[in-house]
DNA sequence: GCCATATATGCAATATTTTGCAATATTAAA
DNA sequence: TTTAATATTGCAAAATATTGCATATATGGC
């Protein structure tokens, strides 16, 4: 028997039970439970399956929360979000962004700072709940499954109602002539209407987001005021972004 | 058995019933106690479920904190919304109301139900994103601190944009001449838009709201479809609101 | 065909993990 | 406080994994 028919067979029977186990396999399959554990590893290798002791489940691509991905890489964006809060002055009217940037900066804002502040998030709508003198207007719409975020015409219409003093834009790639991109259309859509809202918009990128460019425009870049990366701002290679009258940060 | 299959179950558990005994575990899967415990550690070490002092309670993914502040001791409001979860059909638009008891609801909710959510709740919200089939449509607005729902102008216009099959109203005191009655204005508000946008009103109530009044009116007893209590539905006491047309359960 | 090489398999010795038990500590309730 | 229930810890037995190695089987060049 190939190795492959063994494989599929394993597969098979993970597609009708939730569970198999080695010893029911290796009599199945007439070959020793060594054999199927190696199988099942190279299986779950490939990420078709779990491997766990005695047996294997079928892998489920767990709803990555995003609790998980603000550990990823805050490093930088820890900075940034720091750079930021000089930014946000009482009783200013600011739109946060859904990226785990602008949540970063929610979670560090201190807790007297009075604003009122306009979101698509509900992490970020969550954290500031605790913040006694932040007012939190949220923006209705469809959710985004995955990233905690409202979506839509009516989250756009609902940012339309409102003039802030500042947007905090995540993360995005930032190109001098192909201006601000993103990687997702509906996303996208909504972060333009924020920028339209605002009068002055703060983006938050890291160094290596700077002259690259995604499948969707966002706004032109000299529609920044102010671009906070994570490196220091007195680099030669940003004086490029401060003759379109952006302030590096 | 394997490990996992345990853990599918002590989870498959917790998805129907709001928590579990150490001892109901242990002979269920056929392992001593400390085992169930060390298997609720690990759960609980990757946040699925939180451990508690002689078994454990289902624990939120979402984001943060909501689902700490949930009761999870109200045998009333569990028959409730075990009673409740009958009345939802794949297809259905339904409206969840904030409270808790609708929270339940969404908690217990089979994972393979089809079903478009209209909220203004985000604990709701925050539950439910965890079902694929569930398309949840968020009301913007002001976000009530401590109550974790958003209400205003905003969110009742969200709701007026709908025509719900069903609405989940939380409890309110129900009484036969003063109608459906709520304790806060603003929220009643909402609540009055969510009932005018549906075509059925299922109203869940424990038995002691029934025949009592608060200061702000939310709507005629009459306009409810169903009445669901924690009580057996076949009471005399329940003959005057039948009279009216409303099914008790 | 035939050899050299790579790969797959089973076996045995050795690690590692899991599990239940008992002793001890901690907690909740009377 | 005392008492009963529940948790924690250390430990040993059992189950399962890993590793190294010998054998078998396939693969490709000649």
Not at 96 to 123: E, H, R, W, Y
Not at 196 to 215: D, M, N, P
């Amino acid at each position: 028997m190939l190795k492959e028919e063994r494989f599929q067979i394993i597969l098979d029977q993970l597609g009708h039970e939730q569970k198999v186990y080695l010893g029911h396999l290796s009599t199945l399959l007439n070959v020793s439970e060594d054999t199927v554990r190696r199988d099942i590893k190279e299986l779950a290798d490939q990420g078709l399956l779990k491997s766990v002791r005695g047996g294997a489940v079928p892998h489920a691509p767990g709803p990555h929360h995003f609790r998980d991905r603000m550990t990823y890489d805050n490093e930088q964006k820890q900075i940034i979000a720091k750079k930021a809060l000089q930014f946000l002055k009482d009783g200013q009217v600011v739109i946060f962004d859904g990226g785990t940037s602008a949540l970063l900066i929610a979670q560090m804002l201190p807790k007297d700072l009075k604003l009122t502040v306009i979101t698509n998030s509900f992490p970020i709508a969550s954290i500031l709940e605790e913040h006694e003198h932040v007012d939190v207007l949220f923006a209705g719409g469809r959710l985004l499954k995955d990233s905690f975020v409202t979506i839509g015409n009516d989250a756009i219409q609902f940012f339309k109602k409102f003039r802030a003093d500042i947007c905090l834009l995540g993360i995005c790639s930032i190109h001098t002539n192909l201006g601000v991109t993103g990687p997702d259309f509906e996303e996208g859509e909504v972060k333009r209407t924020m920028i339209e809202c605002s009068k002055e918009v703060i983006a938050l990128a890291t160094t290596e987001k700077l002259g690259t460019a995604e499948a969707y425009y966002v706004c032109p870049t000299e529609r920044l005021s102010t671009i906070i990366t994570d490196k220091q701002a007195d680099i030669e290679e940003f004086d490029i972004y401060r003759g379109l009258g952006i302030s590096m940060v």
